[in-house]
């Protein structure tokens, strides 16, 4: 049984089935997963039948593909309904989230929906007189929550956020004083709780953070290889931001912190929009599809998405349906060159085309990259490309490279090339073993020597680095390859040409900013437990001292004091850990961290300007 398989499962329902075993089946409940994961697994219509023996079967009935209620999960072993096979089939079962399927319609001429991963939305910039409503990513889940979430209208957090703003924070500390090995799915319900319960309380975007802490955490201990730990460390890390700074914030910086449920659409009169290229989407909320950027003949970018729950099955084949917006027959490979009319336009404050039941839209011819008005989007210097996107605008860089062959790093290989006389490290977008990103990125290496036009996505770090997003063909100057998407073949090289075996990294001269990063990440995985092993990192403050960096320094010997801080009792016993105490001094490290990693990016670039803190 793969749990892709199975059906989505509401937080709230995990919690309940969870929350209800004895204490001792909880014990068990970890082995309880990984024996029914071993088992088979039989869908009929709205039903997944799961033999949990020869005489015994559980199912999850989720009748608009969700499971919203406990009695959903039925299974017919002597126990029930209080045995250990519910509370395991709701625990290996993704997440369910709300996920953009449908414009939905919204009087005045305005319409919502809800809002999907922001990271692949950003970078329009509004027309002027047009409004900009507040977005968050990850900003919704749990169908079983109302609809659109409806804020106090005092500008504090009322009491029931409070509380679960409290909860929430308590139940990520204790996953981060665990780690991904000693998060079970008794934590992972304790976090999901919160999670609902900030939901009920109106605060989407920490219920939303949450909902992703948990999603990584399963993909770390199913060894899903989709899973990368500095992600899931990012996860960690905007969870317990949002929930420490809420109790404390007011006005619009309370908004932010809240989140919003849906995003506002507003008209946009008429469009006239040119395909530049589509990408697949595989986040760790579990949700997949493809999203398509586009952009108006004054440079401004708009995205058609297709994104919805599922796995990298539906994000391979996201980009040859239809693109939901008007009577177009479109895919999304065939928008990312083509173009597109768009009448009765409706856009979200990131640039998201609405498609609402007044939206018209008809297939229009595209244009090619190195003609107007596409062209514009890569005449734009690079160093104030870096600049916005580090100061919180769109992530997306239009460059235009010279490829100088593989080389190996300590995190994998990569591509090296040449932007403007900086030695730029581009790497695959996903590893997925379903997605083509890597084996495209291994072939383009054997291009050495040629000169393209790309799309990439800012990777803030101490060294130029970027996502590797989409690319012109390396023998055809009149194609794009989207890198996602289309999958390269020895043919499409140069004549000539073979891969490389990747060289060694040039040794870069940088600040030793990963002693303090690599412990941020190592609590992640192992939790407290790993910052208390005798002789680990006893020199590295002082190391970071010598580098100038004195915070670094302060701030991971806090982390390694409260680590090490347990109290007994008057028999010598231990006392329960701070965890409070321990969540405060990696969260400080990891805003530290992200901070000082912006910073060296944006000298890296030679932006010439001071970074900006977004807020989280």
């Not at 992703?212 to 992600?231: F, I, N, Q, W």
């Not at 011819?365 to 600049?387: I, K, T």
């Not at 990891?590 to 910073?599: I, K, P, W």
């Amino acid at each position: 049984m793969s749990p892709d398989l199975l059906p989505p499962v509401a937080p709230s329902v995990t919690a309940d089935l969870v929350e209800a075993l004895s204490p001792r089946l909880r014990g068990r409940l970890d082995a309880g997963i990984a024996k029914l994961a071993a088992r088979p697994l039989v869908r009929d219509g709205d039903t997944v039948r799961i033999a949990v023996d020869d005489d015994t079967d559980l199912e999850l009935h989720a009748p608009d593909g969700v499971v919203t209620t406990a009695d959903a999960i039925r299974c017919g072993c002597l126990l029930a309904p209080g045995c250990l096979h519910r509370a395991a089939a709701a625990s290996a079962a993704p997440v369910a989230q709300d996920a953009p399927t449908a414009a939905t319609p919204a009087p005045a001429g305005q319409e919502s929906e809800p809002a999907r991963e922001g990271g692949h939305g950003r970078g329009r910039s509004p027309r002027p007189g047009s409004s900009a409503g507040t977005t968050t990513p990850d900003a919704s889940f749990a169908p079983d929550a109302p609809a659109v979430s409806e804020a106090p209208a005092a500008d504090l957090p009322s009491p029931a956020q409070l509380a679960a703003a409290h909860a929430v924070f308590d139940a990520a500390s204790d996953v981060l004083d665990a780690g991904t090995d000693g998060s079970g799915a008794v934590l992972q319900a304790a976090l999901l709780r919160a999670a609902h319960t900030a939901r009920l309380a109106g605060l989407p975007r920490a219920a939303a953070a949450a909902v992703s802490v948990v999603t990584g955490v399963r993909a770390a201990r199913c060894a899903d290889p989709a899973y990368r730990l500095p992600e899931l460390a990012d996860a960690l890390r905007d969870v317990l931001a949002v929930a420490h700074r809420l109790s404390s914030a007011s006005g619009p910086a309370l908004a932010e912190l809240r989140g919003t449920v849906r995003q506002p659409y507003t008209p946009d009169g008429s469009l006239r929009l040119y395909g530049v290229f589509s990408e697949p989407v595989l986040t760790a909320t579990g949700h997949a599809g493809a999203v398509t950027w586009t952009a108006d003949a004054e440079g401004r970018l708009y995205t058609v998405s297709d994104v919805a729950p599922g796995g990298p099955g539906r994000a391979t084949g996201a980009a040859d349906r239809t693109v939901r917006i008007g009577d177009t027959a479109l895919t999304h490979r065939e928008l990312a060159r083509a173009g597109l009319a768009v009448s009765g336009a409706t856009v979200s404050p990131t640039g998201r085309l609405g498609a609402g039941a007044r939206v018209r839209a008809v297939r229009a011819s595209g244009a090619d990259w190195s003609a107007e008005p596409l062209d514009r989007l890569w005449r734009v210097p690079v160093a104030e490309q870096v600049a916005g996107a580090l100061a919180g605008g769109r992530d997306l860089l239009f460059l235009t490279v010279t490829l100088a062959g593989p080389v190996r790093e300590a995190t994998g290989d990569c591509l090296l090339a040449d932007c403007e006389g900086r030695a730029l490290r581009l790497v695959a977008a996903h590893d997925h073993p379903a997605l083509p990103c890597r084996d495209n990125l291994r072939l383009l290496a054997a291009a050495r020597g040629s000169r393209l036009r790309i799309v990439a996505r800012l990777t803030p770090g101490p060294l130029p680095r970027a996502l590797l997003l989409a690319a012109e063909h390396p023998s055809r100057s009149d194609a794009r390859v989207d890198l996602g998407l289309d999958r390269l073949r020895h043919a499409d090289l140069p004549t000539g040409t073979a891969v490389p075996a990747p060289a060694v990294a040039p040794v870069a001269d940088e600040a030793p900013l990963h002693l303090l990063r690599r412990r941020v990440h190592q609590t992640v995985s192992g939790g407290r437990r790993v910052l208390t092993f005798p002789g680990g990192g006893t020199g590295d403050g002082p190391r970071l001292r010598r580098a100038g960096l004195g915070t670094a320094g302060d701030l991971l010997d806090e982390l390694g004091a409260a680590a090490a801080d347990r109290s007994r009792d008057a028999f010598g016993r231990l006392l329960p850990a701070d965890t409070g105490r321990f969540a405060r001094a990696w969260l400080a490290s990891a805003l530290y961290t992200g901070e000082v990693e912006r910073a060296l990016c944006a000298a890296a670039w030679g932006t010439g300007r001071e970074v900006t803190t977004p807020a989280f």
